[in-house]
Structures are given as structure tokens and as C-alpha cells.
């Protein structure tokens, strides 16, 4: 029985794609005979390789579950029990993860204003204070996203000048890259221009959202950080058995240029959107359009007619403000058949 039609495609995430052919090749292979679990298997040996050539010889990587559990474990790793972790307002921290950094992790979140989704350094400085305050939660983070949530990306500068401030003021710098890679492919430089060569200390690497089944990376990029993350997985329940399947799909991602390749077509199809609907009277595209995300505001009868034939997110109801995601297999097909749906609806 089919349960979907596999020729319609959204617009809602990049979480909606399927898995990558190269990618499901590369778990039929690990599939093949036995490997020992919990992370002592050929493929995450393998990893560590792979990524330092990526992040350099000092990085250290622990395949998670997901997202919410790589930034949950990351923060943990670069925190004491009393600190806070200071982030954006829009940040998927504090919007989209239930309280998990919160409830599960312990960390107060301290959100700041944002310029397009980017923190400066003037927001945390407003809460970079308070230091051996008792009745304060100690700042001992700051987290950025990249690319952001609104669809925006740090250049190296940018993040170099977060990370100068936040060292001279004690502070570790975390980056949520859910969608690095995209943020690379548009700036077009390597991972660790925007990682490690700008100071950031630990890393939340995405795979699932570039084109993977299942599977994330916490990337270690400051030694000092390390200790310990063996057990911080584990209690944060995002120690997979059998990890070999998690880091054979970061493999078939990083050791060609996959997860490049992918971004990269992301990104142009989110450009070509952007391009397509742009010039319209009843278009107002709300944010740069950077990596693979379109925001747009339309009106509200467009909108909801709209709704019936494409599967989006209403990122702002109250301003009829929707994001459309594109991903590694958006098709210019897609992009055209939502403009032109657009274009029909408007015209009425």
C-alpha cells in the first residue's frame, strides 16, 4: 500500500526529504556482519579521521541521536551545573527543543535581541555580567546558529568578533550546525573557516537535515571540553548500540563532497524561489535569503489557499509571515510549480 504520493514535495522542512541514495548505499554496506557497539565499530574509528581533516587534528567527534541531544550534550560539556548560555531570542534552543536544555540539561537560557537572526556582541554584552554574583546564573556560554533560524549566515569576521569578546570574558562559544554546511556552501569555505580557525569551541554538526536518515555529531574542537562527553552521551540518552549505523551515514556525508554538494542545492533552489516571487506586488521576502530558507510574508487569503496544495510552516500568523525550507532534493520543478500556484492564487 502506498501511503504517500513520493512525487509531492513541501516546503515545510528539510527534515521532510528522504535519505540520500548514497547515503542508504552506505548502510546497506555496514549492514553487512558484525561490528561491536556503542561506538567501537570500524566506521566511527574511521569518523574521527574524516572529521580533523575537516576541523583539524585537535577535533574530537561523538555521533548522537539528534539535534536537540548534540546541543543538549555540547552545552553540558562546556558548562558547570550553575551556568547560563546566552542565544538569540529566535534561536532553536530556546524555541524549538521543549525546554530540553532546560529540563534535561540544567542550563538556564539567557536570550538576547538579534539582527536577522545573528547575535552581536553589543546583545551579549547585556547579559555577559553578573559574574561570581551568587544569586545569578553564571554566563559560561555563548550559542549561535549557523546558519540561523531565520535563514541567515555568519561570515568568518562576524563569528571571530562573538567568539574574541565572549573568550576575553571567560565564555565558550557553542554553534548549533544543524545547517553548517549550508552556511559553508553559501560563503563557499571550508567547515573549519567557520569553526575552528574563529575560536568556536564545540560543535552541533547536522546530517539529518543534508540528507541523512538519522544522526548528528558532537565535534569537540577545544581538547580542554573533552572530558567526560563519553558519560554526558550516555545520560542524555544519545549513546546509540549500534553506532555504526549513525557514523557510516556521517561517512558517505564527509568523506566525498556530498555534504557539500548537497547544501549547495539547497541553497540554489531556495535561491531560485526567492527569485521567482520576489519582484510581486503581494510578496514582501522578509529576511536575506542566505541558505536554504525563503521567508516571506503574503496575504492572508493567498496564504490559507495556499496551505491547501503545499505542506509550509506559518512562521508568524499574526503577520502572515510563512517559511518555505528547500533541500537536497528540491527540484526546480517544485520551485516552479509553487511559484506558479502562487502567482494563480494572487491573481484571482
Known sequence: MRLHDPDHRGFASDNYSGVHPQVLAALAEANEGHQVSYGDDIYTERLQEVFREHFGPQARTYPVINGTGANVVALQAATDRWASVICARTSHLHVDEAGAPEKVGGIKLLTVPHVNGKLTVD????????????????????SIAQSTE???????????????FAHA?????????????????????????????????????????????????????????DHGINYLRKITTQLTSKMRFVSAQLLALMESDLWLRNARHANAMASQLHDAVKGRDDVTVS??????????????????????????????EEAGEARWMTTWDTTPEDVAHLADTLAALADR
Open 123 to 142: 546583545n551579549i554584552r547585556a547579559e555577559a555580567r553578573g559574574f561570581d554574583d551568587q544569586h545569578r546564573a553564571q554566563p559560561q556560554v555563548v
Open 150 to 164: 531565520l535563514g541567515t549566515v555568519y561570515n568568518p569576521e562576524e563569528i571571530a568578533e562573538i567568539t574574541d
Open 169 to 225: 570574558n571567560g565564555l565558550r562559544v557553542h554553534m548549533d550546525g544543524s545547517r553548517l554546511a549550508n552556511a559553508a556552501a553559501h560563503l563557499g569555505v571550508p567547515l573549519r573557516s567557520l569553526t575552528t580557525d574563529v575560536g568556536v569551541d564545540v560543535l552541533s554538526f547536522g546530517g539529518t537535515k543534508n540528507g541523512l536518515m538519522v544522526g548528528e555529531a558532537v565535534v569537540v574542537l577545544d581538547p580542554e571540553l
Open 287 to 316: 529576511y536575506p535569503v542566505q541558505a536554504n530558507a525563503v521567508f516571506v510574508r503574503l496575504p492572508a487569503p493567498v496564504l490559507v489557499q495556499l496551505h491547501e496544495q503545499f505542506h509550509f510552516y506559518d512562521w508568524d
